[in-house]
């Protein structure tokens, strides 16, 4: 029986943590046209629910992600000829992109194999968090293409450009210890305490200021591709913008330290549940 598009993603809120994960364990959740179609769909209702404060993205089974689907991305969709091809890029390369600008924070937890094209939703991740046990892998060179969808990019982004070589040309991979090592994630920690890593990260981030959290990681991403000079520019635009969405909440902030002294910010956040509307 053919599989239902509607399968191959899971997802469940619980306590604001939005738990979206890659449904095809038996095969090792690649990545299918119909993934990427749900994928995007279930992004987008979760994305401005009041009921979502921040989004986690895992793998059913033994993997987070083994790349593109061999047979259903790559051996279908070019029997279909270039449109075919173009057509199933773009469904791919839209729910990446929207993960990268995604309004709410996004930890990608990744509990075992991470292949090729999984690299494309990693860095679209704001933060990563992995099992010592998962393996990572620019698997394309061994199946005899270069790492495209992006994949290229994300090792030059996250790793040293002899790492970034070594890694794409030799297509040898690397358990979750080597990957934080090398800056691909955040942390990794044993895969039975993986879950409980990222909830503390999770209700850490619950507790900061929503607007300024969404401001905070695309200036990240933005300013790394300026000079200082434009960066200096688009932070206190971006500040300002924010602004229009909340001017309480950094007024706040300061009362919380100035007047009431209640905290410290640079021991921690200020309490949003005192904050007046
Ligand atoms: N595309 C299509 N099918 C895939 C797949 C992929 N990327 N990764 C796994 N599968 C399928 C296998 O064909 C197999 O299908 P079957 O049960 O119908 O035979 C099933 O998933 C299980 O895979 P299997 O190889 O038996 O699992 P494993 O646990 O022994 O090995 C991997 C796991 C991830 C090491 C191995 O599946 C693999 O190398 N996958 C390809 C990874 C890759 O190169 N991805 C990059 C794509 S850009």
Redesign the pocket.
């Known amino acids: 029986m053919s599989e239902a598009e509607q399968d191959t993603v899971n997802f469940r809120v619980e306590n604001r943590i939005a738990w979206v994960s890659f449904n095809?364990p038996?095969?090792?959740n690649?990545?299918?046209p119909k993934l990427n179609r749900r994928m995007l769909d279930v992004i987008d209702e979760l994305e401005f629910r009041d009921d979502v404060g921040v989004l986690v993205l895992t793998g059913e089974g033994?993997?987070w992600s083994?790349?593109?689907?061999?047979?259903?991305?790559?051996r279908e969709t070019e029997e279909k000829g270039l449109k075919g091809v173009r057509h199933s890029q773009r469904e791919a390369y839209a729910w990446w992109k929207r993960l990268r600008w995604y309004q709410k924070p996004t930890i990608a937890m990744v509990n075992g194999?991470c292949?090729?094209?999984?690299y494309g939703p990693l860095l679209a991740c704001d933060l990563a968090f992995a099992a010592e046990e998962a393996?990572f892998?620019l698997?394309?060179i061994?199946?005899g293409?270069l790492?495209?969808?992006g994949?290229s990019k994300v090792a030059t982004e996250l790793l040293s450009f002899r790492r970034a070589m070594y890694h794409a040309m030799t297509g040898e991979n690397v358990d979750g210890k080597t990957a934080a090592e090398w800056g691909l994630v955040n942390e990794a920690v044993p895969l039975a305490g993986l879950q409980a890593r990222v909830v503390e990260v999770c209700e850490n981030l619950l507790k900061k200021n929503p607007v300024a959290l969404k401001a905070t990681k695309d200036a990240i991403r933005r300013v790394r591709e300026m000079t200082y000079e434009n960066a200096e520019d688009y932070l206190i635009r971006a500040q300002e913008a924010a602004n229009s969405f909340d001017n309480e909440g950094r007024k706040e902030g300061i009362r919380q330290f100035i007047d009431d002294k209640s905290y410290k910010p640079g021991l921690g956040e200020y309490d949003l549940q005192k904050q007046k509307s």
């Open positions: 095809r038996d095969k090792r690649c990545m299918s033994a993997a083994a790349g593109m689907d061999l047979k259903e991305y790559f194999w292949f090729g094209g999984g393996q892998g698997s394309e061994n199946w293409i790492p495209g969808g994949a």
